[in-house]
């Protein structure tokens, strides 16, 4: 089957616009979403973390279904959790189109989507008259910065994310703040320890209100960092999120580095400015989750996502310190099949 795949990857999807596949892909996701969700789920082991029970370590990131559409008919491939968002509290149409490439020759994607999402109040809206079914894949929600608030300015950062996590914690699994993609201006500048401290603080007490209003526990809340990073920030961070009781790290983000491509430079010139993705973010993001495990022993839940190709890779992650790992690229390269190869392969 994985032939197959590469076959009509290589002659049919590699030749339309990466975001239309993208969307004729989720189109079909969610046309056939009542036999997805009655398929045999494959199985796989399972993991405790962050008080919650995962029925496997793969997940799927944040990014592709980004207004929570299709993270049950996802749960059904075999993901263990799926990662809905990056909802912003704003409705918002992202950067200008072309804005996703593909890279084949590194089984890499280049993205400069810019949280292209329908806003919190309708993801909030959907998931309330959705209910779960029993058996599902545990459901993140990752939260950024609407596009026109200044990242210079506290109080207004505050109010944004703060709009998103009381409308959306009391959905959520776990809750994640994301502030490492590289395609809203000034959002990386969050990634500062002086800035995320009081924002972290700031959601923490919101979520928590949400969720005692829903009549729920405390949501376990998480901090997606940058691959580009320096060792030291990436330290400052472990630290930050120990002091503030955060139930765990997710580590990392796309690049905006180009450095060892194998692509030719006319072909990397041509996808243009954005994060990067898959295969070349292997290395740096497990040395960033190795680093991480190091500072916080048991302290804290780390999910390793970035260049997770294989079973192989997925297991280099975990041995690195993470409880849970998370693809999207991987799937893109790898098909429909590839959850359950990565499973197989684990097991």
């Known amino acids: ?11 049919g999807l590699s030749r339309i616009d990466a975001e239309v596949a993208h969307h004729r892909t989720f189109d079909a996701l969610k046309a056939t979403g009542p036999l997805l969700r009655r398929a045999k789920r494959p199985s796989g082991r399972a993991v405790q973390a962050m008080g919650l029970a995962f029925p ?8 592709f279904d980004k207004t929570a559409e299709a993270y049950e008919e996802l749960g059904a491939f075999g993901f263990g959790h799926v990662e809905v968002g990056t909802v912003t509290a704003l409705a918002q149409p992202g950067n200008p189109k072309p804005r996703l490439m593909r890279l084949p020759d590194d089984r890499a994607v280049v993205n400069r989507m810019g949280f292209n999402n329908d806003g919190a109040a309708a993801v909030a809206q959907r998931l309330g008259k959705r209910p779960r079914r029993p058996g599902g894949p545990v459901l993140g929600i990752n939260i950024g910065k609407s596009k026109v608030v200044p990242d210079d300015d506290q109080a207004a950062v505050e109010a944004d994310y703060e709009t998103s996590t009381r409308l959306l914690a009391p959905y959520a699994d776990y809750l994640v703040v ?8 000034g959002l990386r500048n969050l990634q500062a320890v002086e800035k995320l401290a009081p924002l972290l603080a700031h959601v923490r007490t919101i979520a928590d209100r949400a969720a005692a209003d ?13 691959p580009d990073l320096a060792d030291d920030d990436v330290l400052d961070v472990a630290d930050l999120a120990l002091a503030q009781g955060l139930s765990g790290i997710i580590a990392t983000n796309t690049t905006i ?57 997925a297991q280099e992650r975990l041995d690195a310190g993470a409880d849970l790992v998370q693809a999207y690229t991987g799937l ?15 097991a």
């Open 178 to 185: 994301n502030v490492s993609s590289p395609n809203t201006p």
């Open 56 to 63: 496997n370590p793969l997940g799927m990131a944040a990014g």
């Open 332 to 346: 893109v390269y790898g098909g429909p099949l590839w959850p359950r190869r990565i499973l197989k392969g684990l």
């Open 1 to 11: 089957m994985t032939g197959v795949y590469d076959v009509l990857y290589k002659h």
């Open 214 to 226: 829903a009549g729920r526990d405390q949501v376990p809340l998480l901090v997606k960092i940058a």
């Open 257 to 313: 580095s180009r450095d060892g491509l194998r692509s030719k430079p006319e072909v990397v010139e041509a996808a243009g400015a954005g994060g990067l993705s898959g295969a070349p973010l292997r290395e740096r993001s497990t040395e960033v989750v190795r680093l991480l495990r190091g500072r916080v022993g048991d302290r804290l839940s780390l999910i390793g996502v970035g260049g997770i190709s294989s079973a192989a890779d």
